[in-house]
């Protein structure tokens, strides 16, 4: 039997996450995505407003997509299970979202999310400011009472510096890709790489939140 089409909501969003991955939010028109989802221009606004509305949807669903990956393998957002989880356990959760993002950045297969967010941060478009509350912010919330939990009585602007160094050395492996390859002396990354720096970058990022926590806990006293 000949498969079902998809939805044209569905074709719109498949295309509009291809385009916008491949040429940025300015560079790709509502006429580009339709044409792509072999619909017409009418549609694109009927399901989702705008070309703005179309963009953060695309957004959406990539976001939810990592947080269903972190939700299937038991990993917290925040809360009493981080309060009275054993530091090992702590140690485990940190080193699990760090591959989450990994894995959905790096791949195999990488995802969109990746160029999405990588031209999002060199060219911002309006949708800016929604993003960062809707999905980068509850992100550094979780990440900040993670590094808490780890390091008990650290001031809180020590945790977010730790934070967006974290996610810095994660996106520094996507957004450089190019050139890590090039130093590599690969056409791609190698399986595993995304477990293998998960590892590392939760082992380098614990000694400097040591290191800076004990620093910033004598500070205050």
């Not at 929604?130 to 590094?147: D, S």
């Amino acid at each position: 039997m000949p498969a079902t089409p998809l939805p044209t909501s569905d074709r719109l969003l498949a295309a509009a996450a291809e385009l916008f991955a491949r040429q940025g939010f300015r560079a790709t028109s509502i006429r580009d995505i339709a044409d792509r989802a072999e619909a017409n221009v009418a549609s694109g606004h009927y399901h989702y407003g705008s070309k703005e509305g179309l963009y953060l949807e695309v957004l959406r669903g990539q976001f939810v997509a990592m947080r269903a990956r972190l939700a299937a393998r038991g990993i917290p957002q925040a809360g009493p299970e981080l309060r009275r989880a054993s530091r090992r356990r702590l140690i485990a959760v940190l080193e699990a979202r760090v591959l989450a993002l990994l894995e959905t950045l790096l791949g195999p297969p990488p995802s969109p999310q990746g160029a999405l967010m990588q031209r999002e941060m060199c060219d911002p478009s309006s949708a800016l400011p929604i993003i960062a509350r809707e999905f980068i912010r509850p992100e550094e919330e979780a990440m900040e009472a993670l590094l808490g939990a780890l390091a008990p009585g650290t001031p809180r602007e020590t945790l977010r510096l730790a934070s967006f160094s974290i996610f810095g050395q994660v996106l520094f492996y996507r957004f450089n890709m190019p050139l890590i390859l090039l130093l590599l002396g690969r056409r791609e990354y190698p399986r595993g790489l995304p477990r293998k720096l998960a590892r590392h970058i939760t082992r380098f990022s614990l000694a400097g939140l040591g290191a800076v926590g004990r620093r910033g806990r004598s500070g205050a006293r």
